[in-house]
DNA sequence: TTGTATAATCGCAATATTACGATAATAATT
DNA sequence: AATTATTATCGTAATATTGCGATTATACAA
Protein backbone atom coordinates (compact mmCIF):
# COMPACT_ATOMS: atom_id res chain seq x y z
CA UNK A 1 0.00 0.00 0.00
CA UNK A 2 1.11 3.84 -0.48
CA UNK A 3 1.74 3.41 -3.89
CA UNK A 4 -0.37 5.28 -6.59
CA UNK A 5 -2.79 2.14 -8.53
CA UNK A 6 -2.52 3.80 -11.45
CA UNK A 7 -2.65 0.65 -13.59
CA UNK A 8 -6.34 1.12 -12.63
CA UNK A 9 -6.61 3.71 -14.61
CA UNK A 10 -7.15 5.10 -18.51
CA UNK A 11 -3.74 6.32 -20.42
CA UNK A 12 -4.93 9.82 -20.84
CA UNK A 13 -6.17 9.73 -17.14
CA UNK A 14 -2.35 9.21 -15.99
CA UNK A 15 -1.39 11.42 -18.67
CA UNK A 16 -2.84 14.14 -17.12
CA UNK A 17 -2.55 13.70 -13.93
CA UNK A 18 1.21 14.01 -14.89
CA UNK A 19 1.35 16.87 -16.31
CA UNK A 20 -0.75 18.08 -12.89
CA UNK A 21 1.55 16.91 -11.12
CA UNK A 22 4.53 18.69 -12.40
CA UNK A 23 2.35 21.75 -12.07
CA UNK A 24 1.69 20.89 -8.66
CA UNK A 25 4.02 22.61 -6.73
CA UNK A 26 4.79 26.29 -6.15
CA UNK A 27 8.43 26.46 -7.51
CA UNK A 28 7.34 24.92 -10.94
CA UNK A 29 4.22 27.12 -11.13
CA UNK A 30 6.78 29.92 -10.80
CA UNK A 31 9.50 28.76 -13.09
CA UNK A 32 7.30 28.25 -16.01
CA UNK A 33 5.98 31.64 -15.24
CA UNK A 34 9.45 32.88 -15.78
CA UNK A 35 10.02 31.00 -18.96
CA UNK A 36 6.97 32.70 -20.03
CA UNK A 37 8.58 36.10 -19.03
CA UNK A 38 12.06 36.09 -19.67
CA UNK A 39 13.88 36.90 -22.99
CA UNK A 40 16.56 34.73 -21.76
CA UNK A 41 16.07 31.11 -20.47
CA UNK A 42 19.41 29.95 -18.94
CA UNK A 43 19.00 27.52 -15.21
CA UNK A 44 21.84 30.19 -13.49
CA UNK A 45 18.97 32.63 -14.09
CA UNK A 46 16.25 30.54 -12.39
CA UNK A 47 18.50 29.70 -9.68
CA UNK A 48 19.36 34.12 -8.98
CA UNK A 49 15.54 34.56 -8.95
CA UNK A 50 14.12 31.27 -6.59
CA UNK A 51 14.99 31.28 -2.35
CA UNK A 52 16.39 27.39 -3.25
CA UNK A 53 19.48 26.04 -3.83
CA UNK A 54 20.15 24.84 -7.04
CA UNK A 55 20.25 21.14 -6.43
CA UNK A 56 16.76 22.06 -5.85
CA UNK A 57 16.13 23.88 -8.84
CA UNK A 58 17.80 21.23 -11.16
CA UNK A 59 15.65 18.53 -10.10
CA UNK A 60 12.42 20.85 -10.52
CA UNK A 61 13.62 21.43 -14.07
CA UNK A 62 13.93 17.43 -14.29
CA UNK A 63 10.37 17.22 -13.02
CA UNK A 64 9.09 19.36 -15.70
CA UNK A 65 11.15 17.94 -18.67
CA UNK A 66 9.83 14.64 -17.96
CA UNK A 67 6.53 15.85 -17.98
CA UNK A 68 7.24 17.29 -20.84
CA UNK A 69 6.22 20.57 -20.06
CA UNK A 70 9.90 22.64 -21.18
CA UNK A 71 12.43 21.67 -22.80
CA UNK A 72 16.09 21.98 -22.98
CA UNK A 73 19.02 22.53 -25.53
CA UNK A 74 22.71 23.26 -25.25
CA UNK A 75 23.54 26.92 -25.80
CA UNK A 76 26.78 28.19 -25.95
CA UNK A 77 28.42 27.53 -22.48
CA UNK A 78 24.83 26.83 -20.90
CA UNK A 79 21.64 25.09 -21.20
CA UNK A 80 18.50 26.50 -21.92
CA UNK A 81 15.11 26.23 -21.08
CA UNK A 82 11.86 26.76 -22.80
CA UNK A 83 8.48 25.71 -22.19
CA UNK A 84 7.05 22.84 -24.61
CA UNK A 85 3.52 23.22 -25.37
CA UNK A 86 2.04 19.65 -26.28
CA UNK A 87 1.05 18.42 -22.90
CA UNK A 88 0.18 21.54 -21.70
CA UNK A 89 -2.64 21.22 -24.48
CA UNK A 90 -3.39 18.03 -22.89
CA UNK A 91 -4.51 19.46 -19.53
CA UNK A 92 -6.07 22.58 -21.22
CA UNK A 93 -8.51 20.34 -23.04
CA UNK A 94 -9.40 18.79 -19.74
CA UNK A 95 -9.77 21.65 -17.96
CA UNK A 96 -12.04 23.90 -20.27
CA UNK A 97 -14.77 21.52 -20.56
CA UNK A 98 -15.13 21.75 -16.55
CA UNK A 99 -15.50 25.11 -17.10
CA UNK A 100 -18.54 25.27 -19.12
CA UNK A 101 -19.92 22.73 -17.03
CA UNK A 102 -24.04 22.81 -15.39
CA UNK A 103 -25.08 20.77 -13.11
CA UNK A 104 -27.45 18.51 -14.64
CA UNK A 105 -30.15 18.18 -11.42
CA UNK A 106 -30.34 21.14 -8.71
CA UNK A 107 -28.54 19.92 -5.81
CA UNK A 108 -25.31 21.94 -5.36
CA UNK B 1 13.75 19.07 5.34
CA UNK B 2 11.29 17.90 2.73
CA UNK B 3 8.55 20.57 3.57
CA UNK B 4 7.36 22.00 0.75
CA UNK B 5 8.71 25.76 0.76
CA UNK B 6 5.33 27.32 -0.06
CA UNK B 7 6.14 30.97 2.34
CA UNK B 8 8.77 31.45 -0.44
CA UNK B 9 6.33 32.00 -3.27
CA UNK B 10 3.23 33.79 -4.10
CA UNK B 11 -0.22 33.37 -2.75
CA UNK B 12 -1.45 32.63 -6.47
CA UNK B 13 1.39 30.81 -7.34
CA UNK B 14 0.57 28.27 -3.96
CA UNK B 15 -3.42 28.16 -5.11
CA UNK B 16 -2.49 27.74 -8.40
CA UNK B 17 0.00 24.87 -7.73
CA UNK B 18 -2.39 23.64 -5.01
CA UNK B 19 -5.49 22.86 -7.60
CA UNK B 20 -3.10 21.10 -9.76
CA UNK B 21 -2.28 19.00 -7.23
CA UNK B 22 -5.41 18.39 -6.71
CA UNK B 23 -5.66 16.93 -10.17
CA UNK B 24 -2.73 14.97 -9.85
CA UNK B 25 -3.87 11.02 -9.27
CA UNK B 26 -5.60 9.26 -12.29
CA UNK B 27 -8.37 8.61 -9.72
CA UNK B 28 -9.35 12.43 -8.55
CA UNK B 29 -9.12 12.89 -12.84
CA UNK B 30 -11.28 10.34 -12.75
CA UNK B 31 -13.66 11.34 -10.68
CA UNK B 32 -14.03 14.75 -11.98
CA UNK B 33 -14.81 13.22 -15.38
CA UNK B 34 -17.44 11.67 -13.65
CA UNK B 35 -19.17 14.47 -12.28
CA UNK B 36 -19.19 16.12 -15.85
CA UNK B 37 -20.48 13.29 -17.37
CA UNK B 38 -23.20 12.15 -14.55
CA UNK B 39 -26.80 12.90 -13.98
CA UNK B 40 -26.38 11.67 -10.27
CA UNK B 41 -23.44 12.78 -8.61
CA UNK B 42 -24.02 10.62 -5.16
CA UNK B 43 -20.61 9.44 -3.41
CA UNK B 44 -21.62 5.72 -3.62
CA UNK B 45 -22.00 5.76 -7.38
CA UNK B 46 -18.41 7.09 -7.97
CA UNK B 47 -17.64 3.84 -5.25
CA UNK B 48 -19.09 1.12 -7.71
CA UNK B 49 -17.20 2.62 -10.95
CA UNK B 50 -13.68 3.20 -9.60
CA UNK B 51 -11.87 0.35 -8.36
CA UNK B 52 -10.71 1.69 -4.90
CA UNK B 53 -12.08 0.84 -1.60
CA UNK B 54 -14.31 3.25 0.12
CA UNK B 55 -12.21 5.18 2.30
CA UNK B 56 -10.12 5.44 -0.30
CA UNK B 57 -12.23 7.43 -2.49
CA UNK B 58 -14.04 9.71 0.09
CA UNK B 59 -10.03 10.81 0.95
CA UNK B 60 -10.18 11.71 -3.01
CA UNK B 61 -13.30 13.24 -2.46
CA UNK B 62 -12.01 15.52 0.79
CA UNK B 63 -8.66 16.37 -1.55
CA UNK B 64 -10.97 17.60 -4.24
CA UNK B 65 -12.84 19.68 -1.84
CA UNK B 66 -10.35 21.84 0.53
CA UNK B 67 -8.88 22.19 -3.13
CA UNK B 68 -12.64 23.72 -4.03
CA UNK B 69 -12.66 21.69 -7.47
CA UNK B 70 -15.75 20.08 -6.29
CA UNK B 71 -18.89 21.00 -3.62
CA UNK B 72 -20.66 18.84 -1.81
CA UNK B 73 -24.36 18.98 -0.06
CA UNK B 74 -26.71 16.58 1.20
CA UNK B 75 -29.51 15.56 -0.61
CA UNK B 76 -31.97 13.02 0.64
CA UNK B 77 -30.38 10.61 2.66
CA UNK B 78 -27.19 10.44 0.89
CA UNK B 79 -24.14 13.26 -0.04
CA UNK B 80 -24.54 15.12 -3.36
CA UNK B 81 -20.93 16.23 -5.30
CA UNK B 82 -20.90 18.50 -8.03
CA UNK B 83 -18.38 20.70 -9.80
CA UNK B 84 -17.01 24.02 -8.65
CA UNK B 85 -15.96 25.90 -11.40
CA UNK B 86 -14.78 29.12 -9.57
CA UNK B 87 -11.23 27.56 -8.84
CA UNK B 88 -10.90 25.56 -12.03
CA UNK B 89 -10.74 28.88 -13.62
CA UNK B 90 -7.92 29.82 -11.74
CA UNK B 91 -5.74 26.94 -13.02
CA UNK B 92 -6.84 27.99 -16.68
CA UNK B 93 -6.19 31.30 -16.42
CA UNK B 94 -2.68 29.94 -15.97
CA UNK B 95 -2.46 27.47 -18.63
CA UNK B 96 -3.90 29.42 -21.41
CA UNK B 97 -1.17 32.25 -21.82
CA UNK B 98 1.11 29.60 -21.73
CA UNK B 99 -0.64 27.68 -25.28
CA UNK B 100 -0.28 31.18 -27.25
CA UNK B 101 4.04 31.02 -26.32
CA UNK B 102 6.53 31.16 -28.48
CA UNK B 103 10.04 31.72 -27.56
CA UNK B 104 11.88 35.10 -28.23
CA UNK B 105 15.12 33.68 -29.07
CA UNK B 106 15.64 30.92 -30.99
CA UNK B 107 17.23 28.05 -28.85
CA UNK B 108 14.51 25.34 -28.13
C1' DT C 1 -35.50 0.51 19.19
C1' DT C 2 -33.03 -2.28 15.99
C1' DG C 3 -31.27 -2.80 11.63
C1' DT C 4 -29.40 -1.06 7.26
C1' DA C 5 -27.11 1.98 4.05
C1' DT C 6 -24.01 5.66 3.18
C1' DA C 7 -20.04 8.26 3.86
C1' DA C 8 -16.33 10.14 7.07
C1' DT C 9 -12.48 9.31 10.08
C1' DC C 10 -8.67 6.68 12.45
C1' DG C 11 -4.51 4.14 12.42
C1' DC C 12 -1.08 2.09 10.08
C1' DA C 13 2.28 0.48 6.42
C1' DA C 14 4.31 1.35 1.95
C1' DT C 15 5.95 4.82 -1.16
C1' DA C 16 6.85 9.32 -2.98
C1' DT C 17 8.26 14.08 -2.66
C1' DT C 18 11.02 17.97 -1.09
C1' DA C 19 15.23 20.07 0.13
C1' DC C 20 20.04 20.56 0.47
C1' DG C 21 25.08 19.75 1.02
C1' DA C 22 28.57 17.41 -1.32
C1' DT C 23 30.33 15.81 -5.30
C1' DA C 24 30.73 14.94 -10.22
C1' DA C 25 30.54 16.28 -15.06
C1' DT C 26 31.06 19.50 -18.74
C1' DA C 27 32.59 23.42 -21.22
C1' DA C 28 34.69 27.82 -21.61
C1' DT C 29 38.77 30.81 -19.81
C1' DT C 30 43.16 31.90 -18.28
C1' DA D 1 47.04 22.20 -17.50
C1' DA D 2 44.60 24.71 -13.97
C1' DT D 3 40.72 27.65 -12.94
C1' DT D 4 36.10 29.03 -13.18
C1' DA D 5 31.17 28.73 -14.19
C1' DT D 6 27.21 26.08 -14.89
C1' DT D 7 24.27 22.24 -14.27
C1' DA D 8 23.41 17.26 -12.96
C1' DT D 9 23.55 13.59 -9.76
C1' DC D 10 24.13 11.20 -5.18
C1' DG D 11 23.00 10.46 -0.51
C1' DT D 12 20.21 11.43 3.17
C1' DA D 13 16.73 13.40 6.37
C1' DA D 14 12.17 15.33 6.91
C1' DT D 15 7.66 15.28 5.44
C1' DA D 16 3.57 14.09 2.50
C1' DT D 17 0.72 10.93 -0.10
C1' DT D 18 -1.65 6.63 -1.09
C1' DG D 19 -4.38 2.79 0.15
C1' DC D 20 -7.12 -0.01 3.00
C1' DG D 21 -9.26 -2.40 7.03
C1' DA D 22 -11.68 -1.15 11.00
C1' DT D 23 -14.45 1.87 13.23
C1' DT D 24 -17.54 5.74 13.80
C1' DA D 25 -21.33 8.91 12.61
C1' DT D 26 -25.58 9.90 10.50
C1' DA D 27 -29.98 9.27 8.46
C1' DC D 28 -33.59 6.47 6.96
C1' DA D 29 -36.47 2.00 7.34
C1' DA D 30 -38.65 -1.78 9.60
Redesign the interface.
Known amino acids: MGA???S???KK??E???I??A????????I??LL?KK???VCGTIVDE???AQATISQHLKELKLAGII???I?GNSL??????KN??L??E??????H?T???K??
Open positions: SKSAFTQNIANAKLSHPARVSVQLESCLPLKGSECYCLDQLKLSFILPLLYSPICC
